[in-house]
């Protein structure tokens, strides 16, 4: 499967932004799908995960309640909805896939095989 992330900005703190991942060449209701962030000089961290169906979706404590994370499946889209975004949310914002990987591995990067090319968020102070 192929992964295009896009919707990512410059915003002012306090700001929303809402970002997209469109996924091409297999069946999307088959895959768990994630968001990552990667920010200068750091390790790439889970932001939040939806399972197939969209019906349950996990969340890395430092966003939660303010991200929302949901999917088309008719469109093959997940979007991140994010609110109240702070200058610590800057980053590149990856969607990633993967048919397998287990409710217990669904916040570790290295259980998601399909990755996209990340879309850059800068929160300004």
């Known amino acids: 499967v192929q992964l295009q992330a896009s919707g990512g900005g410059l915003v002012q703190a306090g700001g929303s932004l809402r970002l997209s991942c469109a996924a091409s060449?297999?069946?999307?209701?088959?895959?768990?799908m994630a968001w990552f962030r990667q920010a200068p000089g750091k390790e790439r961290e889970f932001v939040a995960a939806?399972?197939?169906?969209?019906?349950?979706?996990y969340y890395a404590d430092s966003v939660k309640g303010r991200f929302t994370m949901s999917r088309d499946n008719v469109k093959s889209t997940v979007y991140l909805q994010m609110n109240v975004l702070k200058p610590e949310d800057t980053a590149v914002y990856y969607c990633?896939?993967?048919?397998?990987?287990?409710?217990?591995?669904?916040?570790?990067?290295?259980?998601?095989?399909?990755w996209g090319q990340g879309t850059l968020v800068t929160v300004s102070s």
């Open positions: 990633a896939a993967d048919r397998g990987v287990i409710l217990s591995e669904i916040r570790n990067k290295d259980a998601y095989d399909y």
């Open positions: 060449g297999g069946t999307f209701s088959n895959y768990k």
């Open positions: 939806i399972r197939y169906s969209g019906g349950s979706s």
